[in-house]
């Protein structure tokens, strides 16, 4: 690739970048010039369907759940935040994702209307519901 030809690239990339539809500069870096991606490392955040919820509603921990879409800009600035609370609590509580464009009837039974809409369950039932992007401090006031 000839160096007007990447300049054009990077532009469009960067333009593309700032309406949120790529990841990091770091991230596009590689991909000009052909470099792998860092392997992710495992996540402590569930992601939860439908079908999988009621096992986490029987959970004797708290469970937070985060309702999200994969199209969402500050959904996609709460992921980070919730993998680091999910690091910090440990065993403390379940942290989980729920993607309501793949689970609209879950989404409906939570009565989700903006997201993020993070939601703190214990035995069960809502003691806490938060919507916007929350902190991690903000989700470990949640537990108490």
């Not at 991909?31 to 955040?45: F, I, K």
Request: with cysteine; proline share 7%; glycine share 8%.
């Amino acid at each position: 690739m000839d160096d007007g030809t990447r300049r054009l690239a990077l532009g469009l990339v960067l333009a593309i970048g700032a309406l949120g539809l790529v990841g990091s500069l770091p991230e596009v870096g590689r991909m000009l010039h052909g470099q792998p991606r860092a392997p992710e490392s495992p996540s402590s955040v569930q992601h939860v369907t439908a079908s999988a919820f009621p096992a986490l509603q029987a959970q004797s921990r708290p469970v937070v759940v985060d309702f999200w879409a994969p199209w969402c800009g500050p959904c996609r600035t709460q992921g980070p935040i919730l993998e680091r609370f999910a690091d910090q609590v440990g065993d403390r509580a379940v942290v989980a994702k729920v993607n309501v464009d793949e689970e609209r009837s879950l989404a409906a039974r939570y009565d989700v209307r903006a997201i993020p809409t993070l939601i703190v369950l214990k035995d069960g039932k809502v003691v806490h519901r938060m919507v916007g992007v929350q902190s991690a401090e903000t989700l470990l006031r949640a537990l108490d």
